[in-house]
Each structure stands twice: as structure tokens, then as C-alpha cells.
């Protein structure tokens, strides 16, 4: 059974820093790309950040470049998500989820399996 955990999230404020977590387990991790996504009260969900199987290719959302780092370590099924300089607008539930080739990687419809999420809320 595909499992997906999201963690790391909370409150922080205006400018802090948090790391999310997405344990993986019940397929193939090491082969398949993976995505953070996030959706905003009120809002559509919208992709955040993409790394591929290897680590060899990630790429990011415009407004979270420069500020936030995905990474992941296959050896323990784990993806990450560094977020730094922390905005009120990046208040959200954030969502792990795991594809085999997404085109584009921003594509919801691309990835199969998907966490329940965790909620990141950023304060003033």
C-alpha cells in the first residue's frame, strides 16, 4: 500500500524558516519523480517545487525561488523541503507527491500518489 507523510509543518513568522518532510513507502521511491504542491485558504493548489529520480534536475515555482530547496535522500525514501524567508503568502497545506515522468512537472494530473498534508502558517 503507497503511503505518503507529510511533516514539518506549524507557525512560524514573517521570515523564519521551516523544513518539511514526505515519508515514502509501499513503491518504487528511488525511481520516481517527486513534487511539493500547495493549496491556500480560498485558493487553488499550485506547484511549489520538483526534483527528479536522481537529484539531477529540480525546479521551482517563481515565487518561491531563492528562498526555498527541495531535496530528497532515496536511501531512506524521504523527500525535503527547505523553506526560508518565510512570506504571509506562503500560508498554506503543503502536499507531497510522487510521479514517474511528469510533463509538465507542474501538472497535478501527473502524479499518482499524493499525501494527506501538512499545514504551514506563516504569522506576522
Not at 509543518?9 to 528511488?30: D, K, N, P
Not at 525535503?80 to 498554506?92: C, G, I, R, V
Request: glycine share 10%; net charge neutral.
Amino acid at each position: 500500500q503507497v503511503h505518503l507523510m507529510e511533516s514539518g509543518g506549524g507557525t512560524v513568522q514573517a521570515g523564519g524558516s521551516l523544513r518539511l518532510s514526505c515519508a515514502a513507502s509501499g513503491y518504487t521511491y528511488s525511481s520516481h519523480c517527486m513534487g511539493w504542491f500547495r493549496q491556500a485558504p480560498g485558493k487553488e493548489r499550485e506547484a511549489v517545487s520538483y526534483i527528479n529520480y536522481n537529484s539531477g534536475t529540480t525546479d521551482y515555482a517563481d515565487s518561491v525561488k531563492g528562498r526555498f530547496t527541495i531535496s530528497r535522500d532515496n536511501a531512506k525514501s524521504t523527500l525535503y523541503l527547505q523553506m526560508n524567508s518565510l512570506k504571509l503568502e506562503d500560508t498554506a497545506m503543503y502536499y507531497c507527491a510522487a510521479a514517474g515522468d511528469p510533463r509538465p512537472w507542474t501538472a497535478e494530473n501527473e502524479y499518482r500518489y499524493w499525501g494527506q498534508g501538512t499545514l504551514v502558517t506563516v504569522s506576522s
